[in-house]
């Protein structure tokens, strides 16, 4: 394995980019590469199946480009596809991402824990895992979340519409005394700064970005895959309106970037 090769990240959308911009603050270095598979986003209504066959995919072709590693960074790919992947490749390093349930329980003091998140990602098997190894001695309110991926894709971070419909998903939570919310899909940290407008002050949100990007420095390092003196080169492919992913991009990411189509 080359340790000058890339780094591959992706998501159904863009929501991944919340990951990436903490993998980047961690590896200055590292050059990365993006897929947005806008096409079919949102993964969150799709099967597991789909899911799987897409994910296979996207390794594929970032395995091509090459890269040295890959970070599922999506909540509901990484519950339907990353075991899949795992045994397809067993030497490859492969960083998937959870709803941070074990944080979240040690964060909070009323007890109860908000957990916003896909459809998918609550109706997996993983999900009902992590929940009885970590969370048996809480009250754990899942929230779905429908409609809010698409808005974040379109460029909608903080609309009247988007604010609705997310204190509609994030009122009942508080109502029930939740005084800790679990950010259970990488898209949703984009509405970060919303979203705090939106929940008291002792209110706690909790996301895994930097964790993911942690764990991927230290395996990457333990496998001596690291690099400190190159200068990144990042690419980024979508699947879907590449000019639109383009404009949504520009919003989330501090240099400018062309997006390139996938093509499949
Ligand atoms: N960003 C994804 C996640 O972390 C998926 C969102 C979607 O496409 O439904 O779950």
Redesign the pocket.
Known sequence: MDKHAAIGVF???L??ISVLNEIRGLLPSESLIYIADSAH?????KSPEFIVQRSIAITEFLLAQPVKAIVVA????TAAAVTELRQRWPELLIVGMEPAVKPAVLASVSGKIGVL??T??LRSARFAALLERFASDVDVITQPCPGL?ELIEAGQLDSAVTRNLLNSYVEPLLQAGCDTLIL????YPLLKPLLQTLVPNGVQLIDTGKAVARRLQSELGKQGLLVDTQLPVDRFYGSGDVYKTEQTLALLWPTEQSVRALGF
């Open positions: 998501d159904s959308g929501g991944g986003v949102p993964y969150g209504e999506c909540n509901t790919a998140a896909t998918g990602t991926v259970g899909c990488t898209h």
